[in-house]
């Protein structure tokens, strides 16, 4: 008799763990955030605002429909089991884990520590997870900065698009993996970037410059106009900061927080069933 020969299993992309499974009620409740949420940042393009307005009245009412969108979240998982209590300590642990890495870079030079750990733990545990964490991270660390402000809301739906776009990423492994979240950590700091200065554009430099919002002007034109505005007042500076800091954290870290993560979920086992054994009584002997 002769053994079988032995083949080499094929290699295959490493399995992604969603913590927080986008079933139909997720994904209809996610797609009504982020529409309202972009109608919130743009809506200036498509309708003249009155005069001497300012988000600063708005943004309390902004914030008002975040957070029940995100308990909504949340909730929904909960009830039909997609989010258990596990889950939740995961959610914690790194929203605080986020909360205190974002201090060390402070913002300077566009340097903002916090995105590159946002990016790796929604590419592990899913967009839901990755769009929960965007926005209780960015909440935290304004608690813990005094960073509380009538931008905080807009901060947080952005935030919790970087990681949304994590979990959504192609599948890859190894070095390609790393690649792949690294070029995508340069493109969502950038469009963070872009989210965050046209929540206050249309109110910030006043009327009649070559960059000044237009109400009621054509949206193309008014795009032009912050096209421009952005690339001479954050692109070449803060967002280019912060995309350099996302790829150089990921390249260098990337490996191993991913594998740490991972391991992590292998451990807590996320999503197995709780079974509750009922205990025997023996008999007298």
């Excluded at 020969?5 to 763990?17: C, I, L, N």
């Excluded at 969603?18 to 955030?33: G, K, M, P």
């Excluded at 929904?76 to 884990?97: N, R």
């Excluded at 969502?188 to 970037?193: D, E, F, P, V």
């Amino acid at each position: 008799m002769t053994a079988a020969p032995m083949t080499a299993e094929p290699m295959t992309a490493v399995r992604r763990h969603n913590v927080l499974s986008l079933r139909a009620r997720a994904i209809a409740v996610l797609t009504l955030a982020s529409v309202a949420g972009l109608t919130m940042f743009l809506w200036p393009l498509l309708v003249a605002p009155p005069d001497e307005f300012s988000h600063n009245t708005d943004a309390p009412f902004v914030f008002v429909l975040i957070l029940p969108v995100i308990i909504a979240v949340v909730l929904a998982e909960l009830s039909s089991g997609g989010m258990d209590t596990k889950s939740l300590a995961m959610l914690g642990v790194l929203s605080a884990l986020g909360a205190a890495l974002r201090p060390m870079g402070a913002g300077v030079a566009g340097i903002e520590t916090v995105f590159f750990m946002l990016v790796l733990a929604g590419r592990v545990y899913g967009p839901g997870f990755g769009f929960v964490l965007g926005t209780t991270t960015l909440f935290a660390s304004a608690l813990l900065t005094g960073g509380v402000g009538p931008w905080l809301p807009f901060q947080m739906l952005a935030s919790a698009w970087v990681g949304l776009g994590a979990g959504l990423l192609p599948r890859a492994r190894g070095r390609s993996e790393i690649v792949l979240l690294a070029a995508y950590g340069a493109v969502a700091a950038y469009a963070w970037g872009f989210l965050m200065n046209m929540w206050f554009w249309p109110y910030a430099i006043g009327s009649g410059t070559d960059l000044s919002f237009v109400p009621g002007d054509a949206v193309w034109s008014n795009l032009h106009r912050f096209a421009l505005f952005t690339l001479a007042t954050s692109t070449l500076g803060w967002d280019t900061g912060r995309a350099i800091t996302n790829v150089v954290a990921i390249s260098l870290l990337g490996t191993t927080v991913l594998a740490t993560l991972r391991r992590a979920t292998r451990k807590a086992a996320f999503g197995a069933p709780v079974t509750f054994a009922t205990p025997t009584l023996s008999e007298p002997t």
